[in-house]
């Protein structure tokens, strides 16, 4: 597995920071956008006015670090890489790092039939106009979604299923159950899956608080006494993905055990981006337990 978290560089740094109870919120970073014309405490009059009521979040260090020849990326396309995309593609580096597997190892062993599932779900990157680089060319930001999964997939010269999901809030976990999916039919023998998120560009609290979906100050009491939205956080991670019984065969350090997923929607409620209230209807998909010949490590 790997990943990159609030004040937290990788998993490791991650779990020390919840066993010591470190509140990884702050401010919005002075690298991101001003708070200057931005920034309403009131929350009818920031909803008014187009503006944001929220100016916290967890966020990553260093975003924006890249290096484009290390991938063999010119640097050129590098500018207009999605910043979300360049975090996935390193992420799916390193979780190939800590399982002890080379490009050689995966193809001797694979035959490199192994599938990209990224999931991700902010546009603020698509929101800059276009750029000029020192030399004077111009470059225009990057808009699809699809070059996580495919850039990934390319780079790393993987040839299974290569799909970007965008599901809101469950986009990675949609991924993992996609990636599940996949290797039990056999599409492939081993599945990168995962997801993405950056805060990039003022709107996207803009439109999260004109839905007056963001928390009023900076902690997130979800369904709990005085909760009134969320507090965004940003992320990438990745985790590797193959059956039981061929990650035991191959001698792999063996983190978990997926022993079933299950997808589906909760139908017409107060709303899409919210749950359901009411009881289950038979619309839903039952969650299920996979039997011990279909799990996934």
């Not at 008014?48 to 020849?69: C, N, Q, V």
């Not at 039939?113 to 546009?123: D, E, L, S």
């Amino acid at each position: 597995m790997s990943g990159r978290y609030p004040q937290a560089a990788d998993p490791a740094a991650f779990w020390e920071n919840l066993k010591a109870g470190r509140d990884c919120v702050g401010g919005i970073p002075a690298d991101r956008w001003p708070l200057d014309g931005f920034f309403e405490p009131d929350r009818e009059k920031a909803v008014a006015t187009g503006r944001s009521y929220s100016k916290w979040g967890g966020f990553l260090d260093d975003f924006a670090a890249f290096d484009p020849l290390h991938f063999r990326i010119a640097p050129r396309d590098a500018y207009a890489m999605d910043p979300q995309e360049r975090l996935f593609l390193q992420a799916a580096w390193q979780v190939f790092e800590d399982a002890g597997y080379s490009r050689e190892e995966i193809a001797r062993r694979h035959g490199k039939r192994v599938g990209v599932f990224a999931g991700v779900t902010k546009t603020g990157h698509g929101r800059h106009g276009a750029g000029r680089l020192p030399s004077g060319e111009t470059v225009v930001p990057a808009l699809s979604f699809a070059s996580l999964s495919a850039r990934t997939s390319y780079v790393l010269d993987l040839c299974g299923p290569s799909l970007t999901i965008d599901t809101m809030c469950s986009a990675s976990l949609t991924a993992v159950h996609e990636a599940c999916e996949h290797l039990y039919r056999g599409a492939c023998e081993m599945a990168v899956a995962g997801g993405v998120n950056l805060y990039l560009h003022p709107l996207d609290y803009v439109e999260l608080c004109r839905s007056t979906m963001l928390s009023t100050d900076a902690r997130c009491r979800s369904f709990g006494s005085g909760g009134d939205g969320f507090v965004p956080g940003e992320g990438v991670g990745c985790v590797l993905l193959k059956p039981l019984s061929r990650a035991l065969a191959d001698g792999d350090h063996i983190r978990a055990v997926v022993r079933g997923t299950s997808i589906n929607h909760g139908g017409r409620s107060n709303g899409y981006t919210v749950p359901n209230p009411g009881p289950r209807r038979s619309c839903c998909a039952t969650p299920w337990r996979a039997p011990a010949s279909r799990r996934v490590t």
